[in-house]
């Protein structure tokens, strides 16, 4: 009988941060097609407490996410591939700040993951490909945009078209990731950074999340929110002050 943990998501919560863990370590965290089903509801509960300000996603170990467990691919490749586009259209919805934590591999449905976060602080010697050249898959247009308005078009379809796998310094030049760090220093300058964005205005953070992702008709929702929500006064007011702002508003 196996001993190997079963393959899950895992979280934890604290400080307003929720860390969100991929855990299938029998096979370098590949996610499965229950935990691709297990994402969009554990990120609608997490969206929901208004305690949870910041999102970081990682992996359990020396390893990201190696992408989608094949065997699931025998069934229904199809169905695989849509599974993993849920829950990554599902991660980029989430309306409060995301941030992927990676080290190792980052493959796959692993860098789709990644990619649908907010923001992207690797390790160095992690290693980022996406892959689906090498099965033959076509690669969701929605995932594709992604991609490309992340890193470009040129290494959007350098990455598509070979499936080759590229280093964290090529990731960091390419726009693919937004820090590289010692691999020592990954924990402690992401729970450092989590924390000064869970320190600054939520209203600020969501309203410009929306807009970054290209929604346009909400502008003047926004400024009512401004005028009524309490942030920018208690912003203004702990400037003239010296002190540290305490933002309240919430979704």
């Known amino acids: 009988m196996s001993s190997d943990p079963l393959p899950q998501l895992t979280h934890a919560r604290a400080d307003g941060v929720a860390t969100v863990v991929i855990s299938h370590p029998a096979k370098r965290n590949a996610m499965t097609d ?3 089903r297990a994402l969009p509801p554990l990120l609608d509960e997490l969206a929901a407490d208004p305690a949870i300000r910041v999102l970081v996603l990682t992996g359990q170990g020396a ?6 467990d094949i065997s699931g691919l025998v069934q229904s490749a199809d169905e695989a591939r849509e599974l993993a586009v849920r829950a990554e259209e599902a991660l980029a919805a989430f309306p409060k700040p995301s941030l992927a934590a ?8 692993g860098c789709q993951l990644a990619a649908a976060c907010d923001l992207r602080f ?5 290693t980022f490909g996406i892959t689906p050249a090498k099965l033959g898959i076509v690669y969701a247009a929605s995932s594709t945009r992604r991609l490309v308005d992340l890193v470009g078009p040129a290494t959007a379809k350098y990455l598509l078209f070979s499936g080759e796998l590229i280093d964290s310094a090529r990731a960091l030049r390419s726009g693919l990731v937004d820090e590289v760090l ?4 990954l924990d402690k300058r992401v729970a450092e950074f989590a924390r000064v964005l869970a320190s600054r205005s939520l209203l600020t953070q969501v ?5 970054a992702n290209g929604r346009t008709d909400r502008e003047e929702h926004w400024s009512a929110q401004m005028r009524a929500g309490g942030d920018t006064a208690e912003g203004v007011a702990a400037f003239l002050e010296r002190r540290k702002p305490e933002f309240r508003w919430a979704p």
């Open 207 to 211: 309203a410009a999340k929306e807009f």
């Open 122 to 126: 690797a390790a160095e010697g992690a």
């Open 34 to 36: 229950a935990m691709w």
């Open 63 to 68: 390893t990201f996410c190696a992408g989608a």
């Open 102 to 109: 990676v080290r190792g591999h980052c493959v796959g449905g």
């Open 182 to 185: 010692a691999e020592s220093e």
